[in-house]
C-alpha cells in the first residue's frame, strides 16, 4: 500500500476520510468534532477533523508508557503548557493576556506571544511566577522556547518551581536545550512523540527509549538504505485506531526515527515499536558533499561537541555549501568559528564549503516551531528509501 499524505487528506476532506455513515455538518452541529488546520511546519497546512475525546483517550493511554507520567498524570492534574500560541494556546502578540484569559480547565498557557524573540525579562519572570502559583504536576513545553526561558533564569540567578515531570512536544529537543533546561530543572523529562493528525504515538518511557502507543495506532517502518542510515533509520507511516471520527491508513507523518536494535527496554514494556530515538523531521534532513542523508539527530551530535553556543541553525544552500548560524555569548569567534568549521567538514565532507555566521537570536519559523537545519533545494525522502521495503508512490501508481 502507499503511503498516505497530506496532499492525500487535502483531496479526500472531509468525505474521504470519515467512517462509512458519518456526517461531518451532524458531527460540528452536536460539538462531536471540530475542524482544525495544522501550522504546516512541512509543506501546506492541511485541515483535520478534530475529536476530542478521542484525542483525550490518545494522550491517556501514552502515559502509561512512562512510570513518572502513570503517577502524576491522573486526567485531573494541572498542566502548564508553554508553546507557541501558533501551535496551541491564545495569541494576543499586542496587549498582555491576564492569566485567567489563558487558562482552560485544568490548562494554563504560559505564553501568548508567537515571537519569542519579543519576551523581555517581564514577560518570563510573570511566566515563573505563574509556575508558582499554578503548581503544575505536568509541564508541557516545546523544547526551544523551554531553553529559551531556561537560559534567563540562569543567568538572572533566579529559582523556578519544579513540577512532576516536563513532556517535551512540538519540535526536537536538541542536546543544547536539554544542556539548558537541566541547570533549572531537575525533574524527569520525556518526550512525547506524536501530531494533530494521528494523536499520541510515542511516549518515551523512564529508561530513555520510545515506546509505541499500540492501542491507538499501528506504525509501519521504512527503512532508509543502508548507505543513508537503514536499516534502523527510517520513515514512519502510522494508521491511527478507534477513532470514530476520522480514519487515517499509513500516514506519512513526515518523521525519521531510529528503531532500537536490541528490540528490548528495561523498563519491560513489550509490544509495538520500540526507539532508541526519534531523528527528526524528513524536512530537517541535509547532504553530505558525497550525497549521503544527514539527519537532524546525527547533525546535533555533531555540533553538540561545541561549547558555550545557545542556538544553531544549519542551511545547506546547494550541494557542497553550508552556512551555520550561531548564538553564542563566546567572545572568541575567531576559535569557536574554526570549531565548526571543522565539525561540520568532519560531517559533511572535506570538499564542503563552510561559513559561519554570528547571531543575536535566531527566530522560529512562520508555523512557530524552530527549523535546525534545511536545504535550500528539494529533497524527495522517497528516494532515499531501501526500495526492497518500500515502493516509490509513482511505482504503485503506475
Ligand atoms: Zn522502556
Known amino acids: ?49 478534530w475529536n476530542q475525546k478521542w ?28 508553546a507557541n500560541p501558533r501551535n496551541v494556546g491564545f495569541i494576543s502578540d499586542e496587549a498582555e493576556l491576564p492569566m485567567e484569559k489563558r487558562c482552560l480547565s485544568r490548562f494554563l498557557y504560559l505564553n501568548e506571544k508567537t515571537d519569542p524573540l519579543s519576551w523581555t525579562p517581564e514577560h518570563m519572570d510573570r511566566m ?11 509541564l508541557e513545553a516545546n523544547p526551544s522556547l523551554l531553553a529559551r526561558l531556561c537560559r534567563y533564569i540562569v543567568s538572572s540567578g533566579k529559582t523556578v518551581f519544579q513540577p512532576g515531570l516536563i513532556v517535551f512536544t512540538y519540535e526536537y529537543p536538541t542536546k543544547f536545550h536539554y544542556q539548558q533546561i537541566l541547570q533549572a530543572f531537575r525533574v524527569p523529562i520525556a518526550s512525547s512523540y506524536g501530531t494533530t493528525e494521528v494523536g499520541y504515538v510515542f511516549m518515551q518511557c523512564e529508561k ?26 527510517g520513515r514512519i507511516l502510522v494508521t491511527t485506531f478507534n477513532n470514530p471520527w476520522y480514519i487515517l491508513v499509513r500516514f506519512d507523518v513526515g518523521d525519521l526515527v531510529r528503531l532500537d536494535e536490541e528490540g528490548a527496554c528495561p523498563c519491560g514494556r513489550q509490544g509495538g515499536l520500540i526507539l532508541s530515538t526519534t531523528e527528526g523531521r524528513s524536512a530537517n534532513v541535509t547532504l553530505t558533499c558525497g550525497g549521503r542523508l544527514v539527519t537532524l ?3 546535533d551530535n555533531a555540533v553538540s561537541v561545541l561549547e558555550d553556543v545557545e542556538q544553531y541553525r544549519l542551511d545547506q544552500l546547494s550541494r557542497d555549501e ?8 563566546r567572545t572568541d569567534r575567531k576559535t569557536l568559528s574554526g570549531q ?59
Request: with cysteine.
Open 297 to 299: 539527530r546525527e547533525l
Open 55 to 82: 484525542w483525550d483517550a490518545s494522550e491517556k493511554a501514552s502515559w502509561s508508557l512512562n512510570s513518572v507520567a502513570t503517577n502524576v498524570a491522573t486526567g485531573e492534574h494541572r498542566e502548564a503548557i508553554l
Open 208 to 233: 530513555g527509549k520510545l515506546h509505541q502507543n499500540v492501542q491507538y495506532c499501528r506504525v509501519d517502518f521504512q527503512p532508509l538504505k543502508p548507505e543513508h542510515g537503514g536499516p534502523h533509520v
Open 128 to 138: 515563573i511566577r505563574e509556575l508558582e502559583v499554578f503548581r503544575p504536576a505536568v
Open 322 to 329: 553550508y552556512r551555520l548560524h550561531l548564538v553564542s555569548p
Open 340 to 398: 565548526a568549521d571543522r565539525v561540520l567538514e568532519k560531517l559533511y565532507g572535506e570538499e564542503a564549503d563552510i561559513s559561519v555566521v554570528f547571531e543575536t537570536d535566531i527566530a522560529p519559523s512562520s508555523s512557530g516551531k524552530y527549523s535546525i537545519s534545511e536545504t535550500s533545494f528539494p529533497i524527495n525522502l522517497e528516494d532515499f528509501l531501501d526500495t526492497r521495503y518500500a515502493r516509490k508512490a509513482t511505482t504503485i501508481a503506475g
Open 1 to 49: 500500500m502507499p503511503a498516505f499524505t497530506k496532499k492525500d487528506i487535502r483531496e479526500n476532506f472531509p468525505q474521504g476520510l470519515l467512517p462509512k455513515g458519518r456526517d461531518v455538518r451532524r458531527g460540528l452541529t452536536s460539538g462531536e468534532i471540530d475542524l482544525v488546520k495544522t501550522s504546516g511546519s512541512t509543506g501546506d497546512a492541511v485541515t483535520n477533523i
